[in-house]
C-alpha cells in the first residue's frame, strides 16, 4: 500500500521560505509510471496544483507560482520536497503531497493526509 | 480559458439524484476526473476517464460528458455522501487543473 506523509514547519513568517518534505513508502519516486505532485488548499476553498517532479528531476510548476516554486527529489530516501519563497499570508493553506498516474488518465491516486502551514508573523 | 467551473452548493433529498456539473474548454479534449473529500481528509478519486469508478467506490457515483461540460452524477444519494467534489483536469500545456468545488448537502 502506498502511503505519502508531509512534514515541515506549520508556521513560516512572511518573507521566508516554505519547505516541506513528502515522505514515500509503499513504492518508489524514482518510478518512471508517476508524477509527484504537491497542490494546496486554503481554508474553506479550492485544490490548486502547485508542481510536480518526475523521472529524472524534470519539473513542471504551476505559472502563477513558478517565480517562487522548487521542486526536488531524493531517490536514496525515497521523498520529495516542496519550497516556496516569499510567502505572504495568502500563501496560508494545507499542503498536500499526492501520487498522479502518468497514464492517459492523469489520475492523483494516492495523496497524503495534508499539513497546515500558516503564513504569520 | 484555463478554467474550470463548478457550482459552488448542491442539495439532494436523500436517496434522490443529483448531477453535479464542471464547465470548461478544457474539457472539450480531456475528460474530467472527480475527487470527493470530506472535512479534515484528502480527496478521493470516485470517477475518472469516460465513466470509471476506482475499485472501492459504489456504483451510484457515474459520470458523463457532453461539450464543455462534464457531470458527476449521484443516483440515491446517501447521507455519507455529502462531501465536497472537486472536478479535475490539465491545461493546455498538460498542467492539472481543478474546479472550484462544489459543497453537496444530502438533505
Known amino acids: 500500500q502506498v502511503q505519502l506523509q508531509e512534514s515541515g514547519p506549520g508556521l513560516v513568517k512572511p518573507s521566508q521560505t516554505l519547505s516541506l518534505t513528502c515522505t514515500v513508502s509503499?513504492?518508489?519516486?524514482?518510478?518512471?509510471?508517476?508524477?509527484w505532485s504537491w497542490i494546496r488548499q486554503p481554508a474553506g476553498k479550492g485544490l490548486e496544483w502547485i508542481g510536480r517532479?518526475?523521472?529524472?528531476?524534470?519539473?513542471n510548476y504551476n505559472p502563477s507560482l513558478k517565480s517562487r516554486i522548487t521542486i526536488s527529489a531524493d531517490t536514496s530516501k525515497n521523498q520529495f520536497s516542496l519550497n516556496l519563497s516569499s510567502v505572504t499570508a495568502a500563501d496560508t493553506a494545507v499542503y498536500f503531497c499526492?501520487?498522479?498516474?502518468?497514464?492517459?488518465?492523469?489520475?492523483?491516486?494516492?495523496w497524503g493526509q495534508g499539513t497546515l502551514v500558516t503564513v504569520s508573523s | 480559458s484555463s478554467e474550470l467551473t463548478q457550482d459552488p452548493a448542491v442539495s439532494v433529498a436523500l436517496g434522490q439524484t443529483v448531477r453535479i456539473t464542471c464547465q470548461g474548454d478544457?474539457?472539450?479534449?480531456?475528460?474530467a476526473s472527480w475527487y470527493q473529500q470530506k472535512p479534515g481528509q484528502a480527496p478521493v478519486l470516485v470517477i475518472y476517464?469516460?465513466?470509471n469508478r476506482p475499485s472501492g467506490i459504489p456504483d451510484r457515483f457515474s459520470g458523463s460528458s457532453s461539450g464543455n461540460t462534464s457531470s458527476l452524477t449521484i443516483t440515491g444519494a446517501q447521507a455519507e455522501d455529502e462531501a465536497d467534489y472537486f472536478c479535475?483536469?490539465?491545461?493546455?500545456?498538460?498542467?492539472?487543473?481543478f474546479g472550484g468545488g462544489t459543497k453537496l448537502t444530502v438533505l
Open positions: 499526492a501520487r498522479q498516474e502518468a497514464s492517459a488518465w492523469k489520475n492523483f491516486d494516492y
Open positions: 509503499g513504492g518508489s519516486i524514482s518510478s518512471g509510471h508517476y508524477f
Open positions: 517532479i518526475y523521472t529524472a528531476g524534470s519539473t
Open positions: 478544457s474539457l472539450r479534449s480531456y475528460y
Open positions: 476517464g469516460e465513466n
Open positions: 479535475n483536469s490539465r491545461d493546455s500545456t498538460g498542467n492539472p487543473l
